[in-house]
């Protein structure tokens, strides 16, 4: 069963520090691109990250604006897993955080973009 699953989410002070997983069951990571979404509440998903696969564009990483110098994801592959960790966390970045996989291996921030498999979400709240 191909299955993508998001950990890590919680509730944390601003300036403080999460690690979300996704990790895959099912099928390979290795040859996909690994979006991170997120949703908030009366908002439209966006994209957050996305790393493409190495054999299709060489692992590149890509950032929103919004999340840039703060995010960093990254695979290991050995786990087939994909993390996003995220410092310096804002009141802005709460909202549901979804994972995702694109079998071209090349990625998009786009939500509406190519993606084969959605994990179910995990919630980040940052909050005093």
């Known amino acids: 069963q191909v299955q993508l699953v998001e950990s890590g989410g919680g509730l944390v002070q601003p300036g403080g520090s999460l690690r979300l997983s996704c990790a895959a069951s099912?099928?390979?990571?290795?040859?996909?691109?690994i979006g991170w979404f997120r949703q908030a509440p009366g908002k439209e998903r966006e994209g957050v990250s996305y790393?493409?696969?190495?054999?299709?564009?060489?692992?590149?990483?890509y950032y929103a604006d919004s999340v840039k110098g703060r995010f960093t994801i990254s695979r290991d592959n050995a786990k087939n897993t994909v993390y996003l960790q995220m410092n310096s966390l804002k009141p802005e970045d709460t909202a549901v955080y979804y994972c995702a996989a694109d079998s071209s291996g090349l990625g998009t921030l786009a939500a509406i973009g190519p993606y084969d498999y959605w994990g179910q979400g995990t919630q980040v709240t940052v909050s005093s």
């Open positions: 790393i493409s696969s190495i054999t299709s564009s060489d692992g590149s990483t």
């Open positions: 099912g099928f390979t990571l290795d040859y996909y691109a």
